[in-house]
């Protein structure tokens, strides 16, 4: 395993819920907004502002499948990316996935 494969597998791992990002995608900022609004308490790395940004993605299609951003896990569950993340969040179950993993702030 590489070492970026390493660091996302990691960071996966040790996380109720985990947003792999970039900066100035808009998708990535609704993502974001929605896990604010519920009060969510995750890991986020924006791939565009690490050096290793490029060999992280690369991994993180290898781990997940999905090349794009944003790139959601909970519970170490790949939920996928915003289209996702919104879908499970007007359907209602969103939330109970968040509070489940513990990532809901007091």
């Known amino acids: 395993m590489s070492q970026a ?8 791992d040790n996380n109720s819920v985990v947003v792999f990002s970039k900066s100035y995608c808009p998708y990535c900022k609704q993502t974001k907004k929605t896990l604010d ?10 791939l565009d502002e690490v050096s ?9 299609e290898k781990i997940s499948g999905q090349r794009t951003v944003p790139n959601v896990y909970i519970r170490q569950q790949h939920i996928g990316g915003n289209s996702d993340l919104q879908s499970l969040n007007s359907g209602g179950k969103l939330k109970n996935l968040l509070k489940e993993a513990g990532a809901l702030k007091a």
């Open 5 to 12: 494969s390493t660091k996302v597998q990691q960071l996966i």
């Open 37 to 46: 609004d519920l009060n969510t308490d995750y890991e986020l790395l924006e």
């Open 52 to 60: 290793d940004g490029s060999a992280l993605q690369d991994a993180l």
